[in-house]
């Protein structure tokens, strides 16, 4: 397998208040995580600057500009969108380079020029809803990926595959009516957001929404169980042409945010197994957008898991 890692120190610029568990060391947790040696001869790339005309795909144009329009100017100045979600000078820089790394996955895999991509980002996106940033995010990365792979390479089918700790609600809002884009999570359920229940399945009981929702104290069994009856059975049967990660690594038993108790050896499992949709459907193309994860230990060791067995199969 094939293999590029995709960055920006812009990530290290988006600021958020003292004991937030987004902060930029989960940025440095990472790119330490993957400067061990044997991600040496891994492909490595500067994200380009995101563009609008992508983002407007998911999103409508006045919440772009009100967020452009309240980023602060002043080093250490903080606004606040919500009691989770602020921003700082490096904010929107930030989240335009997010969705840069995520495009530029995308060309990178539908090309052929790699077969997978792991995109080392913050701010994360699946809970940016369609008109309305929260919980950390501000657009959503994974949603602009799949309908920038639609527009730009004719892919008929995108599915996006999220196992962080909370649920994608605003990835399940900009894909519920749209068939073409399936939407497939696990997550610990009572939690934030509130979403993300087996009943919520798409417009009309479409069936393009997936979600498998786990209890506090569940870990690997319960996880793989998940994969095995209900997510796996779905994307086989959707057929995508597209497999996108939405990589949160918070569902480890280390995270402070949740209840869930997996290992890196989950998230190595559930990589592998989505390598196999990729295979058979869609000619191994993978792009991986990190997501949560908010111990330092556990997301290093986890991504490094995730990066190593999309490298190596």
């Given at each position: ?40 001869f ?9 563009r ?7 999103h ?5 500009d009100?967020?452009e329009a ?27 380079y997010?969705?840069?790394?995520s ?9 052929g020029q ?29 949603a ?8 730009k390479?004719d ?17 399940q ?12 999570s ?23 929404i ?7 104290g569940?870990g ?11 997510i ?12 996108i ?18 290992t ?16 058979k459907?869609?000619d ?9 994860g ?5 997301l290093?060791r986890?991504?490094?898991v995730?990066?190593?067995?999309l490298?190596?199969?």
């Amino acid at each position: 397998m094939s293999t590029v890692y995709i960055s920006h120190q812009s990530f290290l610029k988006h600021q958020t208040p003292e004991g937030h568990p987004e902060r930029p060391d989960r940025m440095r947790a990472v790119n330490v995580a993957l400067e061990h040696e044997k991600f040496l001869f891994m492909p490595r790339e500067e994200a380009q600057m995101g563009r609008r005309e992508d983002i407007l795909r998911c999103h409508p144009e006045n919440m772009v500009d009100m967020l452009e329009a309240v980023t602060p100017e002043n080093e250490g100045e903080l606004v606040s969108i919500d009691g989770d979600t602020t921003l700082s000078p490096g904010t929107f820089n930030a989240a335009m380079y997010a969705i840069g790394a995520s495009t530029q996955a995308v060309d990178e895999v539908m090309t052929g020029q790699v077969n997978n991509a792991f995109c080392g980002i913050r701010p994360p996106g699946h809970h940016a809803e369609t008109d309305r940033a929260m919980g950390f995010c501000f657009f959503n990365n994974a949603a602009v990926a799949a309908r920038y792979a639609q527009s730009k390479y004719d892919a008929e089918r995108i599915a996006v595959i999220d196992w962080d700790l909370h649920h994608g609600n605003g990835t399940q809002d900009i894909f519920w009516d749209d068939p073409s884009l399936m939407y497939c999570s696990t997550h610990q359920m009572p939690l934030y957001p509130g979403t993300g229940a087996w009943n919520e399945t798409g417009k009309d009981d479409e069936g393009n929404i997936v979600n498998a929702p786990l209890r506090a104290g569940d870990g690997s069994d319960h996880i793989r169980e998940a994969f095995e009856t209900r997510i796996l059975p779905s994307l086989y049967n959707f057929n995508p042409d597209l497999v996108i990660i939405s990589a949160g690594f918070d569902a480890h038993l280390r995270d402070p945010l949740g209840d869930l108790i997996c290992t890196e050896a989950d998230f190595s499992w559930m990589t592998g197994k989505l390598m196999d949709v990729a295979d058979k459907c869609c000619d191994n193309r993978i792009v991986s957008l990190l997501e949560g994860g908010y111990d330092l230990q556990a997301l290093a060791r986890s991504v490094a898991v995730h990066v190593d067995r999309l490298m190596h199969g």
